[in-house]
Nanobody, 118 residues
Framework: QVQLVESGGGLVQAGGSLRLSCAASGRVFGTYDMGWFRQAPGKEREFVAAIARSGTNRYYADSVKGRFTISRDNAKNTVYLQMNSLKPEDTAVYYC???????????WGQGTQVTVSS
């Protein structure tokens, strides 16, 4: 089992920055991929970014490419999402997720609210 706790959300003006953190516990952190997802009001949850267990491979949704950066510190059991040049359409609850033993994201945090004002 993996437990995930997100932090770092808040209210920011358009063009501003935030850094989200997700602290993991349970399984050895460096043995599974991690991802960030978001869900805006009235919309389905969508993929934002992912990072392989070693940190070498990273993937982004087109909507955030060039603005967001995912990273991980396996020594601190933490994954980060640096969000720059934020837009009002980035407003959502952001969730981190961990890959399960059988593949696929099986473990989810409680979410952290990000609100970008225009």
């Amino acid at each position: 089992q993996v437990q995930l706790v997100e932090s770092g959300g808040g209210l920011v003006q358009a063009g501003g920055s935030l850094r989200l953190s997700c602290a993991a516990s349970g399984r050895v952190f460096g043995t599974y991929d991690m991802g960030w997802f978001r869900q805006a009001p009235g919309k389905e949850r969508e993929f934002v970014a992912a990072i392989a267990r070693s940190g070498t491979n990273r993937y982004y949704a087109d909507s955030v490419k060039g603005r967001f950066t995912i990273s991980r510190d396996n020594a601190k059991n933490t994954v980060y999402l640096q969000m720059n040049s934020l837009k009002p359409e980035d407003t959502a609850v952001y969730y981190c997720a961990a890959e399960g033993v059988g593949g696929g994201y099986e473990h989810w945090g409680q979410g952290t609210q990000v609100t970008v004002s225009s």
